[in-house]
């Protein structure tokens, strides 16, 4: 059963503008959210991390929330750039320690385009 | 310098070969870690350890093996490979107190033909 959800599967956008990826779950405990960026065919690379209740975070054009009420969390990315085509994964930790397990969305798409 | 490396990147087999994966961090982790990735899926834990000579099961370990050498090195063995393994492979490493993130290698591209 998967237990974290990304929308939309993929996404078209014109450099220059912005947009919002989406991640719902239902991991439970829920202790961190961390976003990442996967290059096609490679390795994947941290964005940020959202631990509390209502967190913020920021990283360059970068921007995410996480409401742990509703289990739900936004990547925001501003003024795209072409590098910005990836694919960005969703990912929630139950516990703050090696001893806990990753779960991972299936990613949304992110292209582009000139 | 990246601190996980995987080796080969990409790899060709047939039905029924003999592959072994090879993962290397350096950054004195304790625990290491297999997944696979396939499209339309999130990641996928196919086994892990924390230390050498240790194994833990992950989700999906049918028609996986993996051993732990040493505390830097963790290998994927598919002694019998199906096209059904043909796949993205990930290891990744993280500290116990670390608060649980994982530093991920590039990946090896396997294809079970």
């Known amino acids: 059963k998967t237990q974290v959800e990304q929308s939309p599967q993929s996404l078209v956008v014109r450099q220059g503008e912005n947009c919002v990826l989406q991640c719902n779950y239902s991991v439970t405990p829920d202790n961190h959210l961390r976003w990442f960026k996967q290059d096609t065919g490679k390795g994947l690379v941290s964005l940020t991390v959202?631990?509390?209740?209502?967190d913020k975070t920021s990283n360059g054009r970068y921007s995410a929330t996480l409401d742990k009420d509703a289990k739900h969390s936004t990547l925001h990315i501003t003024a795209t750039l072409l590098d910005d085509t990836a694919t960005y994964i969703c990912v929630v930790g139950d516990r703050g320690s090696a001893l806990g397990r990753l779960h991972f969305g299936a990613g949304t798409q992110l292209i582009v385009i000139p | 310098e990246a601190a996980v490396t995987q080796s080969p990147r990409n790899k060709v087999t047939v039905t029924g070969g003999n592959v072994t994966l090879s993962c290397r961090q350096t950054?004195?982790?304790?625990?290491m870690y297999w997944y696979r990735q396939d499209t339309g899926h999130g990641l996928r834990l196919i086994h892990y350890s924390y230390g050498a000579g240790n194994l833990q099961i992950g989700d999906v370990p049918d028609g996986y093996k993996a051993t732990r050498t040493t505390q830097e090195d963790f290998f994927l063995l598919l002694e019998l490979a199906s096209p059904s393994q043909t796949s993205l492979y990930f290891c990744?490493?993280?500290?116990?107190?670390?608060?649980?993130?994982?530093?991920f290698g590039p990946g090896t591209r396997l294809t079970v033909l």
């Open positions: 990744a490493s993280s500290d116990a107190l670390g608060g649980g993130e994982q530093y």
């Open positions: 950054n004195s982790h304790n625990y």
């Open positions: 959202l631990v509390h209740e209502n």
